[in-house]
């Protein structure tokens, strides 16, 4: 079992863009458009298949919390 890099023994989380957009309040045209920026300014995924893809958890928390610490700019 693989640890979550946060320190807990969860194991790490992989989210499907749904719940990302249900998480982050953002939709799914925003959230590509800033995927696409350079440098990108929202995580890219990691492909499961050739046409399924996911995030870590940890990524979309800390992306969270940069955003938390930034104000919202």
Known sequence: MQV???GTNQPERLLRLN????LVGLGKSSIYAMMSQTPPAFPRPLKLSR???CWPA?????WIQER????GQ
Not at 58 to 62: K, R, T
């Open 4 to 6: 979550n890099p946060s």
């Open 19 to 22: 719940e990302i957009v249900r």
């Open 51 to 53: 046409r399924a893809v």
């Open 58 to 62: 940890s990524a979309i928390d800390a």
């Open 68 to 71: 938390i610490k930034a104000g």
